[in-house]
């Protein structure tokens, strides 16, 4: 039989793994596009609306999220 404290990690566990799962993903701005990776101000992640689009559907496509 399983101790209070066991249950506890086994819910513990459990809970991280779906937040884990159901967390949002920030992009990175590291000064280029992600996409294209053409030069961009360091505050931004993609060059342009058309980039951060294609970037999200190969990443979706990568994942098995959406089929070609």
């Keep these: 039989m399983a101790?209070?404290?066991?249950?506890?990690?086994?819910?513990?566990?459990m809970f991280l793994k779906e937040a884990m799962e159901h967390r949002k993903i920030v992009p990175l701005k590291t000064g280029y596009c992600l996409n294209c990776l053409d030069k961009i101000n360091d505050h931004y992640s993609y060059c342009s609306a058309e980039c951060r689009e294609d970037h999200g559907k190969r990443v979706a496509f990568s994942k098995g999220v959406i089929q070609a």
């Design 3 to 13: 101790t209070i404290d066991d249950q506890a990690s086994d819910f513990e566990a």
